[in-house]
């Protein structure tokens, strides 16, 4: 007597095909021969299997959605990505569920949750380990993309920003104002907070200030390329690491801040040591996320394409409902340089 309810998985194997096969024979996908159709449809049926009541019907009836899973850890710019996600789907007749993962949680138990939920498809934030996500999707035949940029393997499709061109934009920046002496916060951190995943986009970052300064003739400084002891906290009082190196007579034209979180902690470091911004030292970040608007002076960044991420990850999704197969690959977008008030032209550069 069966003990469970059972899965995709158990008609696969029943049936002697793959998840993806049943996903698409269940659904009446017509790329699935009619006779594997109907041995997917006698596996199921000796298995008893069932899909959610409710969800079933509210996918072959007139209501549509989508599901985003946003880990709360995921700092500012998921709100604005799911801003565009949800016109998106608006204009596309559908709807947009929100499912966070708490403190704690776990992403796959969540997306395992969707098996009852009306949705056709799924948008992961910022989670990491893309495996498991990849496999419960499968198991319960939903498409799914991700937004992030933080995983050196890939199993899922999935938008990130053109990091490392991005940050040897903003390095070129300010090398164009006349600063020289440029240090990088959030370069040198040794262990990755649970939200950033394999720090892929921290390798990215360093690599464009890198290439930038390579480009301009001037020498890489391993001293000038400092770690930040707790990237997940915007109160931080002083960033440590640049406290050192100011105390050591070494005094920057700029901070390259690699997030925009870190611009407060590093605004007041620079303050403690009676450095006035942008008159002393010129200070820039990346995403242009809400720290970079609260923070005063108000943030030089990198923006992020929140827009395009969004729409994308809809359009993408729509692709695979459809029945196209994506690439396990990265799509990558455009950041874009806007300049507030806490860079300006050096008066005199120090090299």
């Known amino acids: ?26 659904n009446g996908r017509p790329d ?19 899909p959610s009541g409710t969800a079933r019907a509210l996918r072959r009836g007139s209501f549509a959605a989508l599901s985003a899973v946003v880990h ?22 559908m709807h947009l569920f929100v499912h966070p993962v708490t403190s704690g949680g776990d992403a796959t138990d969540v997306i395992a949750g969707l098996a009852n939920v009306p949705t056709e498809g799924v948008i992961v934030m910022g989670v990491p380990h893309q495996e498991a996500l990849r496999e419960e999707c499968t198991r319960i035949g939903l498409p799914v993309v991700a937004l992030d940029d933080s995983a050196h393997t890939l199993h899922l499709p999935t938008i990130s920003a053109r990091n490392r061109a991005g940050a040897r934009r903003m390095t070129e920046y300010l090398i164009q104002q006349g600063h020289r002496r440029i240090v990088f916060v959030g370069g040198s951190t040794d262990e ?20 930038a300064l ?69 200070v820039a970040g990346f995403d242009d996320e809400r720290a970079a608007l609260i923070v005063d002076p108000p943030l030089t960044t990198m ?38 008030e806490s860079t300006r032209r050096a008066a005199n550069s120090r090299v």
């Open 214 to 282: 390579a480009a301009a003739g001037i020498p890489f400084r391993d001293e000038l390329v400092t770690g930040w002891a707790d990237p997940e906290d915007e109160s931080t009082a002083l960033v440590g690491q640049l406290e050192e190196l100011l105390r050591s007579g070494v005094t920057p034209d700029a901070v390259f801040c690699i997030a925009d979180l870190v611009a407060p902690a590093v605004l007041r470091t620079l303050s403690a040591h009676r450095l006035s911004v942008p008159a002393d030292v010129a």
């Open 192 to 211: 990755f907070v649970p939200s950033w995943g394999e720090g892929l986009f921290v390798e990215e970052r360093l690599a464009g200030y890198r290439e």
């Open 303 to 340: 923006r992020q394409p929140y827009e395009e991420m969004g729409r994308l990850a809809v359009e993408l999704l729509q692709r695979e409902i459809r029945g196209e197969a994506l690439p396990v690959r990265r799509f990558e977008l455009d950041a874009e340089l806007v300049e507030r």
């Open 1 to 26: 007597m069966a003990t469970g309810r059972a899965t995709l998985a158990d008609v696969a194997r029943a049936a002697g095909v793959g998840l993806a096969t049943v996903s698409r024979a269940l």
């Open 32 to 50: 699935v021969s009619e006779e594997t159709t109907e041995r997917v449809r006698r596996a199921a049926a000796a298995l008893g299997y069932r």
């Open 72 to 93: 709360d850890q995921v700092w500012g710019w998921w709100e604005p990505v799911l801003r565009a996600a949800a016109s998106a789907t608006a204009e596309a007749g």
